[in-house]
């Protein structure tokens, strides 16, 4: 305490100096020192503090002796530490602060003195539990070690968890989270198939492109230390020599059904259904479809999904005009699987995709009158049979790589996801969209046991009220049956086809 009253002495005098000589102190002023902040200026006296070091408050020199007596009593009051305590515990403020060490292993602060203590009972923990590793398992969720008795409760846990999540998610209206349950509906729907393995390994068949381009079937033999595969062709081509191949000039064959729903893929269609939504005369029934092509270009459109000749996949490359524009250009697909069967060039599978039509307009003009089919300007989606092209990729969501024999539960799985979607709103199904058919849309009627090209006028619980078009519209409006008026396009109807054709 003398430490910090030394050299202090006090004084009632007021100090011209720090008063200033032309000017004197009045008794309304009040302000401190500029040269001395401790020093306080109340009226014509001055009085001196001294700060504190236990709570630094600055306390006036005449009561500090007091005031450190205050803090001695308090010191005194306080209980006795104790010192066998492993962990470091606070000390009054008169005390020296203890220094303490951060333990690695739990990351609590100790006492330095208790420091080699403490990890000691770490070790003996970790030897305890060393000893009883025999009754731990590892949970297949989280990997963690858990006692045998109670893994059970440790994995109902787990599930409750997920429950939530999964709860979560599906309420999410999302574009990502319900992209993402698309994803998980695909994979749980197409797993067990034998081509859902993606890496080529010794004995796998692959397709090898040769230095003129051109992919040839061929099998590993062997991979080799420097990443090559060398690979044996198989037939026609089993005469040739085996070659050395760098890993990029392979693809795993593509000839086995698969689960191939690309994430990135399924939030552009999700994404494209939210914007039909918000178009009146968008047509949301979603079907399942089918594509052929070449086995070289599977791996490229489960990359970058199907797309119209024109464009380009996320590397750059070209997508060219393979097997003509009949019906103009856009994504060629079929709602049933055998159709174009022939462009998969001997391929046994195809891409089984859930397609949305969106915008459908009918040919208008010149081109109506000389009886042309395809897609149209404005139009998102032709329709002619069984065939369907589509102008953008955002109108077609690739799930499967199937073959005849998986189709039905493969097709099964994409209804599943289809009745998923229409549950959030982005979509239709056939019989909700037959009901759609809005005021002004083109359709044809079935009247007679032929179907007329007409448009809807008025729409009544169960029918439609159409009227006629060119060369019949001079024929009084006619009040159709829901089941006798369908689309303009479509050939078939559900309970009319053999009965009925269509005049134009």
């Known amino acids: 305490m003398s430490r910090g009253l030394e050299g202090l002495a006090p004084s009632t005098e007021v100090d011209d100096r720090h008063l200033g000589a032309a000017e004197a102190p009045t008794p309304q002023r009040k302000r401190r020192r500029q040269d001395d902040p401790d020093v306080v200026i109340v009226s014509e006296r ?14 006036p020199f005449d009561t500090f002796l007091q005031h450190m007596s205050t803090h001695e009593q308090e010191a005194a009051s306080q209980p006795e530490p104790d010192l066998d305590a492993p962990e470091l515990v606070s000390r009054p403020a008169v005390e020296i602060e203890t220094q303490g060490i951060d333990c690695e292993i ?47 409760d440790h994995l109902a846990a787990h599930r409750v968890h ?67 595969h060398l690979v044996s062709w198989d037939p026609p081509y089993t005469t040739w020599q085996s070659e050395s191949v760098s890993t990029d000039s392979i693809i795993p064959r593509m000839n086995q059904p698969r689960e191939i729903c690309n994430f990135d893929v399924a939030v552009a269609f999700v994404k ?34 199907l797309r119209p000749p024109g464009s380009a996949n996320a590397d750059g490359t070209a997508v060219k005009v393979l097997n003509g524009e009949a019906f103009g250009r856009g994504i060629y697909a079929a709602t049933n699987i055998e159709f174009g069967r022939s462009y998969g060039c001997g391929l046994p599978c195809a891409f ?54 998986e189709a039905p539960r493969l097709k099964a799985c994409a209804v599943e996801i289809a009745e998923f979607l229409i549950s959030k709103g982005l979509g239709a199904s056939e019989e909700e969209a037959l009901k759609a058919l809005k005021v002004g849309q083109t359709v044809e009627a079935l009247w007679h046991g032929m179907y007329f090209k007409a448009q809807v006028a008025k729409v009544h619980p169960g029918a439609y009220e159409v009227t006629w078009m060119p060369p ?11 089941d006798a008026v369908r689309r303009y396009g479509e050939k078939e109807s559900r309970s009319h086809a053999s009965l009925s054709f269509v005049v134009e």
Not at 46 to 58: A, D, L, N, Q, Y
Not at 135 to 142: G, I, L, P, R
Not at 358 to 363: A, D, F, I, N, T
Not at 475 to 482: C, D, G, L, S, T
């Open 352 to 405: 089984l995709c859930l397609a949305v039509p969106g915008l459908v307009r009918p040919e208008r003009g010149h081109r109506q009158r000389r009886g042309h089919q395809g897609l149209c300007e404005g139009s998102d989606c032709y329709r002619g049979g069984e065939v369907r092209v589509y102008r953008r990729s955002e109108h077609v969501l690739p799930l499967f790589f199937t073959d005849a024999s």
């Open 162 to 228: 997920q429950e939530l999540l999964d709860s979560e998610m599906r309420s999410s209206t999302s574009e990502i989270d319900i992209a993402a349950q698309i994803v998980e509906m695909a994979r749980s729907g197409g797993s067990g198939l034998p081509g859902n393995r993606s890496a080529a390994g010794a004995g796998d068949a692959v397709l090898v492109r040769w230095s003129d381009g051109h992919w040839y079937a061929a099998r590993i033999s062997q991979t080799l230390e420097d990443g090559r």
């Open 46 to 59: 001055r009085v001196e503090t001294v700060p504190c070091e236990i709570c630094g408050k600055s306390v």
């Open 106 to 152: 739990c990351g609590r602060l100790v006492d330095f003195d208790d420091f080699a203590k403490h990890v000691e009972g770490h070790r003996d923990a970790a030897s305890s539990s060393s000893q009883r590793s025999g009754d731990m398992k590892a949970c297949e969720v989280c990997g963690a070690l858990i006692a045998a008795e109670d893994l059970e």
């Open 472 to 482: 019949y519209h001079k024929w009084p409006p006619y009040r159709a049956n829901q």
């Open 272 to 305: 494209r259904l939210f914007e039909l939504k918000a178009q009146e005369e968008a047509e949301m029934q979603l079907e399942v479809v089918y594509h052929w092509t070449r086995e070289e270009n599977v791996t490229a459109i489960v990359e970058n999904n």
